[in-house]
C-alpha cells in the first residue's frame, strides 16, 4: 500500500461548483497532515493543516478521520485561480520529513 | 517574509558530471531537506539534516549524492557522477521543526537537466 494515496485527476470543474479531493495514508503512527498546492512547475506551498476536529479557511475546509486513515479536501466556489495541483501530505518519520501523495490534479472552467 | 532560496534555478550538465545544488534556508531554521520532483511524478523526499548532521534519508539518497551546510547559512546538494534519470526539479525545503507539524516551506527549485 502506498503511503500516501489521493486520485491523480483530473477533475475538470465549471466556476463556481464544489470540488471534493480525497486522500488515504497507511501510517496509523502519522500526527500532522497537510494539504499542499503546486502550481505547474512551482514549488509546493502550504495550503492548510488538518486537524482532527476539522478546519476551515475561506472557501477551504479540511477534515481529518484518523479511524480510517482518510483526509479530505473541499473546495466551495471554485475560481479560475483555484487550478492546479493539490497534494496530500502527511508529516512522518523521526525528522519530520513530509510525505507526498502524488496529487490531484484541479482545473476550473470558465 | 522570509523564504527559502536556491541557486540555480536551472542547471544542464551532462552525463557524468558532478553538480552542486544550492540552498540558503530560513535563518532561524533547524532542519533542512531536499526533495526531488521528475517531471509528472510526485515529490519525493530524499534527505534530511539537522544539527549538522544527516538524520535521515530515502533509498534515492544513495553514494552518488551528499549534503553539506559549509557555513551557517548555505545547504548544498552535491550529485557525482550525474545520470539521466537524475534529471528533475530539486526542491530545499527548512522548517523550525517545532512544534510539531510547523510548516516546512519550499525553495522555488532547481531544475536538473543531464544530457
Known amino acids: 500500500r502506498k503511503e500516501v494515496e489521493q486520485d491523480p485527476g483530473p477533475f475538470n470543474v465549471p466556476e463556481g461548483a464544489t470540488v471534493a479531493f480525497n486522500c488515504t495514508y497507511s501510517?496509523?503512527?502519522?500526527?500532522?497532515f497537510f494539504w499542499y498546492r503546486q502550481d505547474c512547475r512551482k514549488e509546493p506551498k502550504l495550503l492548510m493543516s488538518v486537524y482532527s476536529s476539522g478546519n476551515e479557511d475561506g472557501r477551504f475546509t479540511a477534515q481529518l478521520n484518523r479511524a480510517s486513515q482518510y483526509i479530505s479536501l473541499l473546495i466551495r466556489d471554485s475560481k479560475l485561480s483555484d487550478s492546479a495541483t493539490y497534494l496530500c501530505?502527511?508529516?512522518?518519520?523521526?525528522?519530520?520529513?513530509?510525505?507526498f501523495g502524488t496529487g490531484t490534479l484541479l482545473a476550473v472552467q470558465p | 517574509e522570509p523564504e527559502v532560496t536556491q541557486t540555480p534555478s536551472h542547471q544542464v550538465t551532462q552525463m557524468g558530471q558532478e553538480v552542486i545544488l544550492r540552498c540558503v534556508p530560513i535563518?532561524?531554521?533547524?532542519?533542512f531537506y531536499w526533495y526531488r520532483q521528475i517531471l509528472g511524478q510526485k515529490v519525493e523526499f530524499l534527505v534530511s539534516?539537522?544539527?549538522?548532521?544527516?538524520?535521515?534519508k530515502s533509498e534515492i539518497f544513495d553514494d552518488q549524492f551528499s549534503v553539506e551546510r559549509p557555513d551557517g547559512s548555505n545547504f548544498t546538494l552535491k550529485i557525482r557522477s550525474t545520470k539521466l534519470e537524475d534529471s528533475a526539479m530539486y526542491f530545499c525545503?527548512?522548517?523550525?521543526?517545532?512544534?510539531?507539524?510547523?510548516?516546512?516551506?519550499f525553495g522555488q527549485g532547481t531544475r536538473l537537466t543531464v544530457v
Open positions: 501510517n496509523s503512527a502519522s500526527q500532522s
Open positions: 525545503a527548512s522548517s523550525a521543526g517545532y512544534p510539531p507539524g510547523t510548516e516546512a516551506f
Open positions: 501530505v502527511v508529516l512522518g518519520g523521526a525528522t519530520n520529513k513530509l510525505i
Open positions: 535563518s532561524n531554521h533547524l532542519y
Open positions: 539534516f539537522y544539527n549538522n548532521e544527516i538524520s535521515e
